[in-house]
């Protein structure tokens, strides 16, 4: 089996994320971040608004699939995800994400994003775009610059108070295995649903200070 199953009620999503390569080469995808609820998640970035809820890792050959939850902000806050633009969520979301700062608060985005479509599921918008990043040396290549390719979903729900939260799935890799890594990436990412809520889940505006 390619994939692994992934349903977390706290949040109330599911995915499925790969165990192996197209080529058949096994990953092995252990848990970083075992899925948790967003107000004791991990800031991705310093004003800590985006937090990783759950996350699998291939250590050796640098593959991460990550569930990141963080409330919607900027110019997207104020209209309906109806009417968004994919180009501009991944831009928001990878800008959130990114932890290059200059003056005044502003974010530099390090990553480039490729391509970004917009699709309905269960009736709802869902935004899939593909980034590529400037990356850490690669230990496995032997090289000193590499770049991290990377395929995202983001989709939206309401918290408690009625405001947005973005909900994302983010699969990354090196680029040098982009290649035998992409068609399960794009498995993983139409695998990616917001489920019904039941009586354990909890929504990411409950206690929302409780990390500090």
């Known amino acids: 089996e390619a994939f692994k199953a992934l349903a977390d009620p706290i949040l109330a999503y599911q995915l499925k994320y790969p165990v192996q390569t197209a080529s058949g080469k096994p990953l092995s995808m252990t848990f970083s971040r075992r899925p948790e609820k967003y107000s004791s998640a991990a800031p991705l970035s310093p004003d800590a608004r985006q937090r990783i809820v759950a996350e699998v890792i291939d250590l050796l050959k640098a593959v991460t699939a990550s569930v990141t939850v963080g409330p919607v902000v900027g110019r997207l806050k104020n209209t309906s995800p109806e009417d968004w633009d994919a180009q501009e969520v991944a831009e928001l979301v990878l800008v959130d994400r990114s932890t290059a700062r200059v003056t005044s608060g502003q974010r530099v985005a390090l990553n480039s994003i490729e391509a970004a479509a917009k699709e309905k599921r269960n009736g709802a918008p869902y935004f899939v775009y593909e980034h590529v990043s400037q990356g850490a040396p690669n230990l496995a290549s ?23 939260y973005l909900y994302t799935l983010n699969l990354a890799c090196p680029d040098d295995i982009w290649d035998d890594l992409q068609p399960l990436f794009q498995e993983s990412v139409d695998s990616f649903l917001l489920t019904e809520p039941t009586n354990a889940y909890v929504p990411p505006d409950k206690d929302p200070w409780l990390f500090f």
């Open 142 to 164: 032997g090289r000193l610059e590499s770049y991290r390719h990377a395929l995202a979903v983001t989709t939206t729900r309401p918290a408690m108070d009625g405001s947005l």
